[in-house]
């Protein structure tokens, strides 16, 4: 996969977000092996910018790394300084899943409750009403649905 290209004004951006970033992944003595390619994708998915350092002295060896890097994973090279390679690539919108049996979440209410001697403000109240719960016009929680009778009052009626 080709590696993204970036215009100066938005590697100039990524350079100053990632400044803050510690590295994520380490490259040690044993060079680009497929464990940390996989690692470093992973890495890719979940913050989109990241640093990676290296732990060779040959920087021909750590330029090569880099590109192959940006090209293999389809990532743009944001910055190589010393040892440290910065990365970006977009993160991935993630699907969500629809639960069709899914039943409705709890939800906050405000509820007034008018005082009887005139000129006084309503008091406000703050309810969590929950998916199986109604609010009447009283401002009273009752259950949506009857309370379930058990087996053997069932089988007596």
């Known amino acids: 996969m080709p590696q993204i290209q970036l215009t100066p004004a938005e590697r100039r ?3 100053a977000d990632a400044h803050h970033l510690d590295p ?7 060079g680009l092996t497929p464990a940390v390619q996989k ?3 992973a890495a890719l998915n979940a913050h989109g910018l990241i640093k990676v350092r290296v732990f060779g002295d040959d920087r021909a060896a750590r330029e090569a790394m880099y590109q192959k890097l940006a090209d293999d994973l389809n990532a743009a ?13 977009p993160i991935p919108a993630k699907e969500k899943a ?14 007034l ?3 009887k001697r005139a000129g006084q ?11 199986n719960q109604r609010l009447t016009a009283g401002g009273q929680i009752k259950r949506a649905k009857p309370k379930q ?5 069932r089988q007596a009626d």
């Open 24 to 30: 994520v992944v380490l490259i040690g003595g044993d």
């Open 39 to 41: 690692e470093i994708d």
């Open 77 to 89: 090279p944001v910055q190589h300084i010393g040892k440290l390679l910065v990365l970006w690539r």
């Open 113 to 115: 409750k008018f005082s």
């Open 98 to 111: 629809v639960d069709e049996d899914r039943m409705p979440g709890p939800r906050d209410v405000k509820v």
């Open 149 to 153: 009778k058990s087996v053997k009052k």
């Open 121 to 131: 403000k309503p008091e406000v109240k703050q309810l969590r009403v929950l998916g």
């Open 13 to 15: 951006a990524h350079r």
